[in-house]
Structure formats: C-alpha cells, structure tokens
T-cell receptor, first 115, second 112 residues
Framework: EAGVAQSPRYKIIEKRQSVAFWCNPISGHATLYWYQQILGQGPKLLIQFQNNGVVDDSQLPKDRFSAERLKGVDSTLKIQPAKLEDSAVYLC?????????????FGPGTRLLVL | GNSVTQMEGPVTLSEEAFLTINCTYTATGYPSLFWYVQYPGEGLQLLLKATKADDKGSNKGFEATYRKETTSFHLEKGSVQVSDSAVYFCALRGGGYQKVTFGTGTKLQVIP
C-alpha cells in the first residue's frame, strides 16, 4: 500500500514570496490533515478535511494560508505572502474516516525555509 | 483545552539500558492516547496507542499504559538499541473530530 506522498521535499523562498505544497493521501482515506511543525515543537494542526469539506481550520492563519481539496483526494496548501516565522516542516497526514481512535498516517513532510 | 506535557530531552542512554519517557495529559472526557516516533529525516509514524483507561499499547518492545487516575501515558522499553534513536511524541485526541494535540517531543539518543 502506497503511503502519503508530499512534494516538494524542500523549498527555500524569500519572505513575501508565495509557495505551494502538494499532498496525495493513502487511497480511500476520507480524512486529510495539514500540520505545521516548527523546529523543536510538536506538530500543530492547520486544517482538517473530511472528503472535500473543512472540519477544522481554527489554527490556520487565514490571512496568508489557504488550502483546498477540491475532489476529495489530493490537496494543496498555499502560503502567500510568506513570513520568516513560516519556516517549518509541513506535514500531511491521512486517516480512513477521521474517528478519534484511528491511526493517522504521515507523509515525509516538506521542509520550508523562508529567508 | 487539551494539552500534553512530556519530559524534555535529549535523553542519552547506553545500548540495552531501560527507557522511560514521561507523558502526562489534560483533557476532558476519555481521550485516545498515542505515541508517535520520528526517525531522522522521516515523517512521523505511529508507535503505539491506547483508547481507554488501563489499556496497554505495545509495539517493537515499547509499552505504555493509559493511567486515567494519574493522567499519564509513560513510554517504556526494557532494552534500547541504537536503532531506537529518534524523537518520540506523546499525543492525545478527544472524542468526535477533535484535533490531535501533540507534546513537544523527546529526543532519544542511544550510544553503543
């Protein structure tokens, strides 16, 4: 079974530029999550999708971050414009249906450096 | 709100030593508890989980018991190996579609 795929793996941009990350979850998984992991901290949920609907985006900085999952499969996360403090690893995860006891499967992450 | 507190690292142990990484939590209701591991250069992967009080999760020689009376989920392993060197995250998730709350992670380094 293929795992969660993410691209790119690394990205370096200057502040005020825009950037986009892509995620393809495990086939058949209805729930998709984007996390931000700042160095030395645990992952923080940015947004959770159930199919193509948003379940939780309470911690997404909506003035600069956006995410979509138009067909309920793959997803993109965009930052525009980027700030220095956005430097982090962006993790995508998926689970079968989003239940509280379910395992979330994580992708390898995209490491973003904003200069 | 929900929160997870885990011991700060780094933790450095010799091979075959006993490992304990402490984790305590604050949550309403009956959350599910998880330990995730992140090996160098890789994404997080589930190590073990427990979904109700007194459950013991186990995997790869690691164990953790869901203690509701002490709100703890400490990770233990009887004999660590160099290959166990990684960052370990304790996490919880409440009922419904509540988000997962992660601790800050504990880096384990095992030396030969």
């Amino acid at each position: 079974e293929a795992g969660v795929a993410q691209s790119p793996r690394y990205k370096i941009i200057e502040k005020r530029q825009s950037v986009a990350f892509w995620c393809n979850p495990i086939s058949g998984h209805a729930t998709l999550y984007w996390y931000q992991q700042i160095l030395g901290q645990g992952p923080k949920l940015l947004i959770q999708f159930q199919n193509n609907g948003v379940v939780d985006d309470s911690q997404l900085p909506k003035d600069r971050f956006s995410a979509e999952r138009l067909k309920g499969v793959d997803s993109t996360l965009k930052i525009q414009p980027a700030k220095l403090e956005d430097s982090a690893v962006y993790l995508c995860a998926s689970s079968l249906s989003g239940g509280p006891q379910e395992t979330q499967y994580f992708g390898p992450g995209t490491r973003l450096l904003v200069l | 709100g929900n929160s997870v507190t885990q011991m700060e690292g780094p933790v450095t142990l010799s091979e075959e030593a006993f490992l304990t990484i402490n984790c305590t939590y604050t949550a309403t209701g009956y959350p599910s508890l998880f330990w995730y591991v992140q090996y160098p250069g890789e994404g997080l992967q589930l190590l073990l989980k427990a979904t109700k009080a007194d459950d013991k999760g186990s995997n790869k020689g690691f164990e953790a018991t869901y203690r509701k009376e002490t709100t703890s989920f400490h990770l233990e392993k009887g004999s660590v190996q160099v290959s166990d060197s990684a960052v370990y995250f304790c996490a919880l998730r409440g009922g419904g579609y509540q988000k997962v709350t992660f601790g800050t992670g504990t880096k384990l380094q095992v030396i030969p």
